[in-house]
């Protein structure tokens, strides 16, 4: 097999705790984003579009739905005769097997996937973040830094700072300190979860850390990174600039929905020289009747729609009636708005049927009647019976 | 199921396809100056083939030959090796037919039958004992299983699916039919200008492999080049040629003003549902659109969009094609505009088709008649 230069590792076994009723049947990176896609078609096209060709996907919490969705890897151009896209759940081996406990774990227990491809480095990333980047920029900035490694972080606002994994860098962006979210920062550069290794050095230290701890989380934040920085390997920080979104939060699922929306968004999905991949379902076009009103909202094939959607994201299949409204809200595929159906600030969940005159997240309960913004979220597959009044906040299924 | 190697009498897997492409496409005018008539674009994201290849894979044919005549690298860009359509198979799937130019350059070219005589081999060695001639001027969603029910139960030597026509229009031309009580065809008419009958071919006919080989040596032999005008009509006092009836939606594309019209009538919910999702879905090729943006203070109703536009003024009654970008304050109106055309601000247009990549300028105005429309060349800028 011819070697590959960089092999990427992408976690996709997490379960989206915060994200409630949309990962009750799915795993976090296979949750809809964006009216066409899903959370793994970013990293996944960033890998094609960074010219990688190897990467392995490693599944854990309720795979099917991911494992169908990748498939040979086609949607993605990572259909290849070497390499492609591989599914790595956890196995059996001849000592027994276990699941992963972490991340490092995950990678550490597929060494002979990555030894298959003799890499010189490996491409570490994370399946559910919302991004456009070129890895290979930052295996360009990784060689000219004779780097270790090499963590992909962001400038964040300083008073967001204990939220996440600070480094602290010299001025060459050497980082000299991690601080895991801290109280004080001394900087705001956080860590997007993106890493690039020298595979012989990150290989060495997972066996060790297997062999030799046997309580160890198997994670790159507390075990891996930590013993790395203690034996002084050269570690710098790759600033990434532009639109970067963890959606771990129903609040940052449907806030990253909104930002999709306006004149020009930051993140531009439409842009031809960096194409984010989907399955692509095969639909009809759009349709908007004659009564349709149509204001600041995205919209994808094969939904018709009759009525009024205003600040909105609208998945395939969705279907709109005459006199139905809906404002400022995620609508995932293939549910149906009824005729008088009014929704405010909601995620709808796949196939829900919302009869006619219903009332999603219009009224505020009493006792939730602070200023904050309340997302309804209405999860897969439920019926709101006709009249109904769900109030904001509230979480149905 | 039955397993999909084997030849099984009345299955559908015993069914092979060939989309007859040799058809004149000038009436098209500028449309089809680079293109065959197979791969103009139709319904805001779809070729016109893509109407016949889905209804045979829908139908269960998975063994399907294009025969090409000219101008088909644009229907072989789109096509591919038939991914789309699931016609990447290891055994049959799609066969590219080339003209019969390729291999007598000298000879000039008499018609259609000369293209299938040249794939003769093709058509010999598939494993299929029946096959179904299609062209893509006729588009529906036809399921073709009940068809060749009725073709096997009532032992029909060629079945032809035909449509009864409420409407005809008089800038189209049609391929008539008169059958008598039992559907039995007993007249045929290629685009008669008098003596019009009610019922009109839909270019789809199913017959036995081993006859179509017979027809086409019979054809030749005599010098008759014409697939309909000889290898059908000339055969229907001699054979049992019968007609199947067509209920649903169906657009003859025949001129400039069926194709504008007929593009435009898919705003009518019915008929969109009869073609869209009645008998499975239609199929094409793949782009990775980004869902399409309305933009603020956008004003769009009664249109059909595909995906990847970007609409910031008014549009009514239109159709879009991928990747449409509609500017501030331009009014668009009964207009289909093709994939990634740019319509500049306060740009004014009605009536008219747009090419692809057409840019019109600010503060332009282009009017064509609802009954003749204003063609815009590809990539023109106005």
């Given at each position: 097999m011819p070697q590959e230069e960089m092999v990427a590792m992408l976690l996709a076994g997490g379960k989206g705790t915060r994200l409630g009723v949309l990962t009750k049947n799915i795993a976090k990176p296979a949750v809809p984003f964006?009216?066409?896609?899903?959370?793994i078609d970013f990293p996944l096209s960033n890998c094609t579009n960074s010219g990688i060709n190897t990467v392995g996907v490693l599944t854990q919490y309720k795979p099917l739905v991911l494992n169908s969705y990748i498939g040979n890897g086609s949607s993605w151009d990572l259909d290849r005769n070497n390499g492609g896209v591989t599914v790595l759940p956890p196995y059996v081996k001849e000592g027994g097997g276990s699941w992963y406990k972490g991340t490092a774990d995950a990678i550490y227990q597929n060494i002979e996937f990555i030894d298959l491809h003799d890499p010189e480095y490996v491409l570490v990333l994370s399946g559910d973040h919302i991004y456009k980047m070129d890895y290979e920029e930052m295996l360009n900035y990784h060689k000219s830094k004779n780097a270790d490694i090499t963590i992909g972080v962001l400038e964040v606002p300083w008073e967001e700072t204990h939220r996440f994994g600070i480094m602290n860098t010299n001025q060459e962006q050497k980082i000299i300190e991690f601080q895991e979210k801290p109280e004080n920062a001394k900087n705001n550069l956080a860590s997007m979860g993106i890493y690039i290794f020298d595979w012989q050095h990150l290989r060495k230290y997972l066996i060790a850390e297997a062999e030799e701890n046997e309580d160890s989380a198997g994670d790159f934040g507390h075990n891996i990174i930590p013993k790395m920085m203690a034996d002084q390997l050269n570690f710098f920080a790759y600033t990434f600039e532009g639109y970067w979104k963890d959606v771990g939060t129903v609040e940052s699922y449907w806030q990253a929905h909104m930002d999709l929306l306006g004149k020009s968004p930051e993140l531009d999905l439409q842009d031809r020289n960096w194409i984010i991949y989907s399955v692509n379902p095969n639909r009809p076009p759009q349709y908007l009747s004659e009564d349709a009103v149509v204001d600041n909202s995205m919209i994808n094939k094969g939904t018709q729609i009759m009525g009024t959607v205003k600040n909105s994201v609208l998945f395939y299949g969705v279907k709109v009636t005459q006199g139905a409204v809906v404002e400022d809200s995620v609508i995932l595929p293939n549910t149906r708005i009824s005729s008088g159906a009014k929704i405010k600030n909601t995620i709808v969940g796949r196939n829900v049927i919302i009869e006619k005159n219903s009332k999603v997240g219009i009224e505020i309960d009493d006792k939730n009647a602070d200023n904050e913004l309340k997302i309804t979220v209405i999860g897969d597959d439920e019926v709101i019976p006709e009249a109904s009044n769900i109030k904001a906040g509230m979480v149905v299924g | 199921m039955t397993p999909i190697y084997k030849k099984g009498g009345t299955n559908m897997n015993n069914v092979m396809a060939i989309i007859n492409n040799a058809l004149d496409e000038s009436f098209l005018e500028k449309l089809t100056g680079h293109r065959s008539l197979a791969s103009v674009p139709f319904g805001?994201?779809?070729?016109?083939i893509d109407f016949p290849l889905s209804n045979l894979v829908n139908s269960g044919v998975t063994n399907v030959g294009l025969l090409l005549q000219t101008k088909y690298r644009s229907l072989m860009d789109h096509i591919g090796f038939g991914k789309a359509w699931d016609l990447d198979r290891k055994r049959n799937g799609l066969f590219i037919l080339p003209p019969a130019h390729i291999y007598q350059a000298n000879r000039a070219y008499k018609g259609d039958l000369q293209n299938f005589a040249s794939n003769i081999d093709y058509i010999k060695r598939s494993n299929q004992e029946y096959v179904i001639i299609g062209s893509p001027s006729v588009i529906a969603n036809i399921d073709y299983r009940d068809a060749f029910k009725y073709h096997i139960e009532n032992d029909n030597d060629i079945t032809i699916i035909y449509r009864e026509l409420d409407v005809f229009r008089r800038d189209t031309t049609y391929t008539v039919i008169n059958t008598d009580d039992n559907d039995r065809i007993i007249d045929m008419k290629v685009d008669?200008?008098?003596?019009?009958?009610k019922k009109i071919s839909l270019q789809r006919y199913l017959m036995k492999k081993e006859l179509l080989l017979d027809i086409i040596d019979n054809c030749i032999s005599k010098g008759e080049w014409d697939f309909v005008k000889n290898a059908i009509i000339g055969n229907l006092n001699n054979l049992k040629v019968y007609g199947y009836p067509f209920r649903s939606y169906a657009a003859v594309i025949n001129s400039i003003n069926g194709y504008y019209k007929s593009n435009l009538e898919l705003l009518k919910p019915n008929v969109w549902q009869d073609l869209f999702l009645k008998n499975g879905p239609i199929y094409t090729k793949p782009k990775d659109e980004a869902p399409t943006a309305y933009k603020n203070g956008v004003n769009a109703r009664n249109i059909l969009a595909a995906n990847g536009c970007s609409i910031e003024g008014e549009v009514k009654n239109s159709v879009l094609f991928r990747g449409v970008k509609v500017h501030p304050g331009a009014v668009i109106k009964n207009s289909i505009i093709m994939q990634k055309s740019e319509i500049g601000s306060n740009a004014h247009l009605e009536n008219v088709i747009l090419d692809k990549g057409v840019q019109i300028t600010a503060d332009k105005s282009l009017k064509g008649d609802t009954n003749l429309p204003m063609i815009i060349g590809k990539n023109t800028i106005v």
């Open positions: 964006g009216a066409e896609y899903r959370l | 805001a994201r779809y070729r016109l008669p200008k008098k003596n019009f009958f």
